[in-house]
Antibody, heavy 118, light 112 residues
Framework: EVQLVESGGGLVQPGGSRKLSCAAS????????LHWFRQPAGKGLEWVAL??????????AYAATVKGRFTISRDDLKNTTFLQMDSLTTEDTAIYYC?????????WGQGTLVTVSS | DVVMTQSPLSLPVTLGQPASISCRSS???????????LNWYHQRPGQSPRRLIY???NRDSGVPDRFSGSGSGTDFTLKISRVEAEDVGVYYC?????????FGGGTKVEIK
């Protein structure tokens, strides 16, 4: 069974940093691309970042709204992907989801809430 | 970025009756290989989104056959043949043809 479990959310002051983690199981993590999406409370969905597999040179991509502030990474030995978020603003307040899409289907974690507030 | 426009914003439906949601993209979603990367998601209150349909009309595993997707180019539709109580929530279309992936604003389905 595919599982994605995010953690690391919480309250952060504007200008601060936060690192999210997503522990995965149930599929071949090392050969898979992983995404992060986010959703502000009561609003729609936004794609945030992508990291490809080692076979695709760990290529990354970012939404324009987070480029230069967020960094996606992965640890294939621990089956975990990370989202380092710096220079946070109130606009970054949202539930953050990690996702996997592959031959087994499309899977989302339960999400972790990041609140940026003073 | 490709703009995805859904309608209606809100859809009150009667149990057992059909429902239809429209999604339009600001440019064609046909990829260079001929595929069209248009997905539909359902999100119940307090839950993560769940993909229902991928590449316009393919149902994901476990999705009831009362859900169907259709369309081409820039116009797409999600249909529910007979709405059940568990179908309430917000439905989103998402395009993956052009970078970055973008979502429609969502359609809230509720029971009358």
């Amino acid at each position: 069974e595919v599982q994605l479990v995010e953690s690391g959310g919480g309250l952060v002051q504007p200008g601060g940093s936060r690192k999210l983690s997503c522990a995965a199981s149930g599929f071949t993590f090392s050969g898979s691309a992983l995404h992060w999406f986010r959703q502000p409370a009561g609003k729609g969905l936004e794609w945030v970042a992508l990291i490809r597999s080692k076979g695709n040179t760990y290529a990354t991509a970012y939404a324009a709204t987070v480029k230069g502030r967020f960094t996606i990474s992965r640890d294939d030995l621990k089956n975990t992907t990370f989202l380092q978020m710096d220079s946070l603003t109130t606009e970054d307040t949202a539930i953050y989801y990690c996702t996997y899409t592959g031959v087994l289907g499309d899977y989302w974690g339960q999400g972790t809430l990041v609140t940026v507030s003073s | 970025d490709v703009v995805m426009t859904q309608s209606p914003l809100s859809l009150p439906v009667t149990l057992g009756q059909p429902a239809s949601i429209s999604c339009r993209s600001s440019q064609s979603l046909v990829y260079s290989d001929g595929d069209t990367f248009l997905n539909w998601y359902h999100q119940r209150p307090g839950q993560s989104p769940r993909r229902l349909i991928y590449k316009v009309s393919n149902r994901d595993s476990g999705v009831p056959d009362r859900f169907s997707g259709s369309g081409s180019g820039t116009d797409f539709t999600l249909k529910i043949s007979r709405v059940e109580a568990e179908d309430v929530g917000v439905y989103y279309c998402m395009q993956g043809t052009h970078w970055p992936p973008t979502f429609g604003g969502g359609t809230k389905v509720e029971i009358k």
